[in-house]
């Protein structure tokens, strides 16, 4: 399958730095990826959009001021946390489309933000 | 508003028994339902379904739609204790988001 690459997997940072979160897709070109973030315990929450070349689509209550989300290339998308706040810490996790055998969603394998 | 739902939330069987995740939604402009397993970190990929009454196989995990009740459902027979996982189903809408549900927690036990 489609592999994903997600750096880093685990980050511990202090209350107002910023914080750069980097998913690549290794062996496909992804246009569109997706941002989701989950809290223990509970299901995946979709924060953004992320399409190449253009301004990522977010969902209704993510800041988008905070939440910056960057897809340069076809095959990287990064996330920056800016000004973490410790109610910031949770798990990100990316994923990108593998198209041509239907629609299917890869995930990296997640960051796990702290904010002390 | 389009939603997932899954039940139960969670569920304790012993190894080799048979259970049955049940995934139900009410969307516009459906496109498919998958399925995913999440164990620590990445959630895995099992089936994508989009017909109806189409039953998708791999070893001891089906999976089948039903677009008309709207809702799927995935078999595991023959449990193992590396079946626990929490188990996820997700919709493609017909604008692309891949919207997922709750989930359903599975602890197998030896």
């Known amino acids: 399958g489609a592999v994903v690459s997600q750096h880093p997997s685990r980050v511990i940072c202090k209350s107002g730095t910023s914080v750069k979160i980097e998913c690549r897709s290794l062996?496909?070109?992804?246009?569109?990826m997706f941002w989701y973030r989950q809290f223990p315990k509970q299901s995946l929450m979709l924060m953004a959009t992320?399409?190449?070349?253009?301004?990522?689509?977010?969902e209704q209550g993510v800041e988008k001021d905070k939440f910056l989300i960057n897809h340069a290339s076809l095959t990287l998308s990064t996330l920056t946390v800016t000004s973490a706040h410790p109610e910031d810490s949770s798990f990100y996790i990316c994923?990108?489309?593998?198209?041509?055998?239907?629609?299917?969603?890869?995930f990296g394998s997640g960051t796990q933000l702290s904010v002390l | 508003e389009d939603k997932v739902v899954q039940s139960p939330l969670s569920l304790v069987v012993h190894e080799g028994d048979t259970v049955t995740l049940n995934c139900s939604y009410e969307?516009?402009?459906?496109?498919?339902l998958l399925w995913y397993k999440q164990e620590k970190k990445a959630p895995t990929f099992l089936f994508m379904l989009?017909?109806?009454?189409i039953e998708k196989k791999s070893g001891r995990l089906s999976s089948i739609l039903d677009k008309k009740e709207l809702f799927s459902i995935l078999n595991i027979t023959a449990t193992q204790t590396g079946d626990s996982a929490v188990y996820l189903c997700?919709?493609?809408?017909?604008?692309?988001?891949?919207?997922f549900g709750t989930g359903t927690r599975l602890k197998v036990l030896a």
């Open positions: 994923s990108a489309e593998v198209q041509g055998d239907g629609e299917k969603l890869f």
């Open positions: 062996d496909f070109q992804a246009t569109t």
């Open positions: 992320s399409n190449e070349g253009s301004k990522a689509t977010y």
């Open positions: 969307v516009t402009n459906f496109r498919s």
């Open positions: 989009t017909s109806s009454g």
């Open positions: 997700a919709y493609l809408s017909g604008t692309y988001k891949y919207i």
